[in-house]
C-alpha cells in the first residue's frame, strides 16, 4: 500500500539523488569535530592538571552540584524554552561578568606594579586637556582646519610639558586610590554616558549615567579602602568591570522589559557559588588543590615549583599587548584605509599589496631577528635625530633620542617586534573589512556631494570598523602566544617585574618555555606549565571574547 | 562659449573640500534655445555635445548633443542598457567613480564645461542631486539619512524641519516619522526609494537627476512622487529615467529617447514624440513593438 503511494507520488515528481550531498556533508561534519576535539582534549588535560579538581572531597561537589549546577540548568532551561530573547540577555551578561574581571585583573596589574598613579593621573590630565581643546575646537565652525591643527599642536605640547610637572610638584595630592578613581572614572564615565545618550537617546539620561558611573567608581574606592579589600584595586574592579555590568543591567531593565528576566541567570550564578562557598566552608569540605590559584598568579617566579608564580610574566605579557594595540592599530589600519581608498590602482599598488601578504607568512622568528637587528642593537643608542655623518662636520654634538628604551629584551623592544610581526594580519584584515562596504554607499555618499574623506569617515569607516576591529583584536591574541621572536631579541627567562618601558621583560609564553626547559623537572611538567597554560589561554580567550562580541553586535 | 572641439578626459582624482570651490562653476555663459515647437522659450541649463562614454573598449554613449532646459522636466527612455544611466552619471561625473569608465566630449552646466581641468567634482555634486537606480540608504537612522547631505555641505539649517519637509515632499513623512531614529536600512524596497529621494531633495540641488525613482512604488506613491516632480520643476531642473511611457507622457515636458547601442535616437518636446515622433524606432518603442 506505502510503495503504491509512493510510486505514485515518485510518478507525479521524480526523485533527486541526495547521495553524494549527505556524503559531502557527513565529511564536512568529521572535519569540523576533528578540530573541535582535539582543541577540547587538550583543554581538559591542561585544565584537569591546572585545577585538580578530583582532589576536593566528594561533598565538595555535590555541595556545588546542589547550588550551583542544578539552579543554573534549571533558569537557563526555562529562559530557553520562553525564546523571547531572555536567554540570549542572560548569557550575554553572564559572559560580561565573567569576563570584565579579568580585564579588571589586567587593568590592575599596571596600576599596582607599573605605572605610579600620581604620573599616571598627570599625563592622564595633560591629556585631557588636549582633548577637551579638540572638541571645543571641533565646534566651532569659524575657524579654519590650519589654524586648529595649529592651536591642538601648541596644546599638546605645552600641556605635556608642563601639566605634569606642576600636577606632581603639587603640595598635597589625593591619596592613590582617588588619583586611580579620577584617572580611570573619567574616562569611563565619558564612554558610558556617550553610550547611555545613544541607547536611550536622551542627553539627560547619557549625563546622568556619566555621573552615577564616576561616582560609583568613587565610592567603591572608598568602601574597599574602607574595608581593607584596597581601595585602587576596588576603584578599578568597579571602573572596568562594574560600570559595564551596570550598564548591561540597566538596559536590559528598562529598554527590554520583555527580556529582564534573563538577569536571573547571572544572579542564579553567582547566587550558587556564594552559597556553595559558604555552605562548603560551614561544613568543612576540603576543596581542590589547585595550582592555579591566588598565590600563583601573584606571585614571582622561583626555582621551586611549589613557589613559582607568574605574576612578571603576566605584567610583560599585559604591558606588550598595550605596545602592540598602540602601534600596529593606528598604523594597520593607516595602511590598509590608504591602500583601500586613496591609492591608485598602479603595478606599484599591487607589489605592496602582494608584499603586505607574503610578509603575513613570514615565520615569527624571521621577525625577531629584525627586531634583534634592527631596533635592539642599530638602534642601541637611541633614534639619530641628528646622526653623527650630518652633526659631525657642522661641529655639533649627534641628537639621538630613546637610548633607554632600545636594547636588548626591553619592553619597548619586544612591543615592537611584535608589532611588525602583526602588522600584516591588522593590514590585511582590515583591507578585507573595508573592501567589504557596498560601493552604493561609497556612491551614495559621493553623489552627495561628500568629499572623498567625508566618505570614508562618515560611510566607509563606520561600516567597515566592527570587521577592522575584529580582525586586529584576533592578530592580538596572535602577537599574545608568539615566543620566538621574543627568544631571539633576547628577552630573559628569570625577570623582574617590568617597571618601564626600558624594563627587560619577559612574557607568559616565554616563561612556560622557560619552565619547560630550565627547570623542567616532573613537578613543573605536571603541575606549573599546566597552570601557566591555562593563565595564558584564559587571557588570550578574554581577548577574542571581545572580537566575537562585536562581530555579533554589529552584524545584526 | 567655445566651440572648438576640445576633449577632455574624466579626472578621478578629487580636490578637497574647500568652500571657495562652490562658486567655480560660475553661470558665464547661458545660451538661450527656442524649443522645437517654438511654442515656449526657456533658457538651457545642461548642455551635452558629443559626449561619448566608454567602459573599458565597449562603446556606452555615442556622441549624444542635446539641450535640458532649466525649470523643465526631461525624461529619458529607453530599452534597458542603452545608456541611459550612464548619461546621467556624465552629468554630475559620477563616472570619474568607475575606473572603467571614460567620457570624452564636453557637458555644459550652466556655461561651464564641468570636465574642464578646474571643475572640482564634489562642488559639482552639491548643484547637481541624484537619486540612484538601487536604493541606496545609509546604515544610519531615518533622519542622518535625509540630514546627511546638508551635513557634509557644511549647511546650517533648522534640522528638525528639513527633515520633516523632505520627508514630506518625498510621501514618506506619515509612515516613518514616529521612527526617525531607526536604521534606514529596516525600511520596505519603496520606502527607502523615497527615503532616498528625501535625502537627494534636502540640500535643495539646482539640478536633481532621477534614475527610475518611481519603480518600487506602488500607483499611490507613484503619483506622489511625480507630484513632488511637478513642484520641484518650478525651481529646479529636473531629469528623469523612466521605463514607464505614460509617466514620462504625464510629468515631462521634453523627451530623449535612446535605443540600444548608446545613441540617441530623438529628443523634443514630450507631446511631439509621444504622438507624432520624427523617427518610426522611436514609435516602434514607443508602442512596444520593439525594446
Ligand atoms: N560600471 C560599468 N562597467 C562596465 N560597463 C558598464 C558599467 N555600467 C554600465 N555599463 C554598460 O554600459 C551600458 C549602458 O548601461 P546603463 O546602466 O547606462 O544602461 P541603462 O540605460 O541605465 O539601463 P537600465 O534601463 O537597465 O538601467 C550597458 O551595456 C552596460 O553593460
Ligand atoms: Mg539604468
Redesign the pocket.
Known amino acids: 500500500m506505502a510503495t503504491d503511494t509512493r510510486t505514485t507520488v515518485s510518478e507525479g515528481f521524480g526523485e533527486v539523488s541526495r547521495t553524494v550531498g549527505t556524503a559531502f556533508r557527513y565529511l564536512l561534519l568529521a572535519a569540523t569535530l576533528v578540530g573541535i576535539l582535539a582543541v577540547g582534549v587538550l583543554f581538559v588535560y591542561v585544565g584537569n592538571d591546572a585545577i585538580q579538581p578530583l582532589t576536593a572531597d566528594p561533598g565538595w561537589h555535590l555541595t556545588f552540584f546542589l547550588t550551583l549546577v542544578v539552579p543554573t540548568l534549571a533558569v537557563g532551561g526555562v529562559l530557553r524554552a520562553r525564546a523571547d530573547g531572555s536567554f540570549r540577555v542572560g548569557l550575554e551578561s553572564l559572559g560580561l561578568l565573567a569576563v570584565m574581571p579579568l580585564f579588571a585583573g589586567g587593568v590592575a596589574t599596571l596600576f599596582l606594579s607599573v605605572l605610579p598613579a600620581l604620573v599616571t593621573f598627570s599625563y592622564a590630565v595633560a591629556l585631557g586637556l588636549v582633548v577637551a581643546t579638540v572638541v571645543a575646537l571641533m565646534r566651532s565652525r569659524r575657524v579654519g582646519f590650519g589654524a586648529k591643527l595649529l592651536v591642538v599642536g601648541v596644546a599638546t605640547v605645552v600641556s605635556l610639558l608642563f601639566v605634569p610637572g606642576i600636577i606632581q610638584s603639587l603640595p598635597f595630592v589625593p591619596v592613590e586610590w582617588l588619583l586611580v578613581a579620577l584617572t580611570l572614572g573619567t574616562p569611563v564615565a565619558a564612554i558610558a554616558g556617550a553610550y547611555a545618550t545613544s541607547s536611550w537617546n536622551d542627553r539627560r539620561t547619557g549625563r546622568i549615567a556619566g555621573a552615577a558611573a564616576l561616582g560609583g567608581v568613587v565610592a567603591a574606592g572608598l568602601l574597599g579602602s574602607l574595608i581593607g579589600f584596597g581601595g585602587t584595586a576596588a576603584t578599578i574592579l568597579a571602573a572596568v568591570a562594574g560600570v559595564p555590568v551596570a550598564l548591561y543591567a540597566a538596559t536590559a531593565l528598562d529598554r527590554h522589559p520583555a527580556r529582564r528576566d534573563g538577569l536571573l541567570l547571572p544572579l542564579t550564578v553567582v547566587g550558587g557559588m556564594l552559597l556553595g562557598a559558604f555552605l562548603v566552608r560551614t561544613v568543612g569540605f576540603a576543596g581542590p588543590a589547585a595550582w592555579l590559584d591566588w598565590a600563583f598568579l601573584t606571585g614571582p617566579n622561583s626555582i621551586t615549583a611549589e613557589d613559582a608564580g607568574i605574576y612578571p610574566a603576566l605584567v610583560g605579557s599585559i604591558l606588550l599587548m598595550l605596545i602592540v594595540a598602540l602601534l600596529s592599530f593606528p598604523v594597520g589600519i593607516g595602511a590598509a584605509v590608504y591602500l583601500e581608498e586613496y591609492a591608485p590602482d598602479s603595478r606599484l599598488a599591487q607589489l605592496i599589496e602582494v608584499n603586505i601578504a607574503n610578509l603575513a607568512g613570514v615565520p615569527s622568528v624571521v621577525y625577531g631577528l629584525l627586531g634583534l637587528g634592527l631596533l635592539a642593537r642599530m638602534l642601541d643608542e637611541g633614534l639619530p635625530i641628528l646622526p653623527a655623518a650630518i652633526a659631525d662636520p657642522l661641529g655639533l654634538e649627534p641628537v639621538r633620542v630613546g637610548a633607554n628604551l632600545f636594547g636588548i629584551g626591553t619592553v619597548f623592544v619586544g612591543g615592537m617586534t611584535l608589532s611588525l610581526l602583526i602588522l600584516p594580519i591588522v593590514i590585511i584584515s582590515s583591507q578585507e573589512a573595508i573592501r567589504s562596504v557596498p560601493p552604493s554607499q561609497r556612491q551614495a555618499s559621493y553623489g552627495m556631494g561628500a568629499t572623498r574623506w567625508q566618505t570614508i569617515r562618515n560611510v566607509v569607516l563606520p561600516k567597515a570598523f566592527p570587521g577592522i576591529l575584529t580582525g586586529t583584536i584576533l592578530a592580538l591574541g596572535r602577537a599574545i602566544g608568539e615566543t620566538a621572536p621574543l627568544l631571539v631579541i633576547g628577552a630573559p627567562n628569570q625577570f623582574g617585574l617590568p617597571q618601564e618601558l626600558s624594563s627587560r621583560v619577559g612574557a607568559m609564553p616565554l616563561q612556560i618555555y622557560a619552565w619547560a626547559t630550565t627547570s623542567g623537572t616532573p613537578e613543573f611538567y605536571a603541575k606549573v606549565i599546566p597552570a601557566g597554560v591555562v593563565v595564558l589561554l584564559v587571557a588570550m580567550l578574554a581577548m577574542n571574547s571581545v572580537a566575537i562580541v562585536l562581530r555579533n553586535r554589529f552584524q545584526s | 562659449m567655445t566651440t572648438e572641439d576640445t576633449t577632455t578626459e574624466t579626472v578621478a582624482e578629487e580636490s578637497s573640500n574647500d568652500p571657495t570651490n562652490d562658486d567655480m562653476l560660475i553661470q558665464t555663459d547661458v545660451s538661450e534655445s527656442v524649443s522645437a515647437s517654438g511654442t515656449e522659450s526657456t533658457r538651457t541649463i545642461v548642455e551635452s555635445r558629443n559626449v561619448n562614454?566608454w567602459?573599458?573598449d565597449?562603446q556606452?554613449?555615442q556622441d549624444i548633443s542635446m539641450e535640458i532646459p532649466e525649470n523643465q522636466v526631461t525624461a529619458?527612455i529607453?530599452?534597458?542598457?542603452?545608456?541611459?544611466?550612464?548619461?546621467?552619471?556624465c552629468i554630475n561625473r559620477m563616472n570619474d567613480l568607475?575606473d572603467?569608465?571614460r567620457v570624452e566630449g564636453e557637458l555644459y552646466l550652466g556655461g561651464k564645461n564641468v570636465y574642464d581641468a578646474d571643475v572640482d567634482p564634489v562642488a559639482l555634486r552639491r548643484r547637481v542631486g541624484m537619486v540612484f537606480?538601487k536604493p541606496n540608504p545609509f546604515p544610519k537612522s531615518i533622519r542622518e539619512n535625509v540630514l546627511y547631505g546638508l551635513k557634509v555641505q557644511g549647511i546650517e539649517v533648522d534640522e528638525d524641519e528639513i527633515v520633516e519637509q523632505s520627508l514630506r515632499r518625498a510621501a514618506l513623512w506619515d509612515e516613518v516619522k514616529d521612527r526617525l531614529d531607526e536604521s534606514g536600512l529596516e525600511l520596505s524596497g519603496g520606502q527607502q526609494q523615497r527615503l532616498c529621494i528625501a535625502r537627494a531633495i534636502a540640500p535643495d540641488p539646482e539640478v536633481l537627476l532621477m534614475?527610475?525613482p518611481a519603480s518600487a512604488l506602488d500607483p499611490i506613491a507613484t503619483s506622489q512622487i511625480e507630484d513632488l516632480i511637478d513642484d520641484l520643476a518650478e525651481q529646479y531642473t529636473v531629469v528623469i529615467?523612466t521605463?514607464n511611457m505614460q509617466q514620462a507622457a504625464r510629468i515631462s515636458d521634453k523627451t530623449a529617447v535612446?535605443l540600444t547601442g548608446?545613441e540617441l535616437v530623438e529628443f523634443d518636446d514630450t507631446q511631439k514624440i509621444f504622438e507624432n515622433p520624427e523617427s518610426d524606432r522611436v514609435e516602434d518603442y514607443i508602442t512596444g513593438k520593439f525594446g
Open positions: 562614454v567602459y573599458d565597449d556606452a554613449l529619458m529607453g530599452p534597458s542598457g542603452c545608456g541611459k544611466s550612464t548619461f546621467l552619471r568607475i572603467a569608465a537606480q534614475d527610475e529615467v521605463h535612446f548608446g
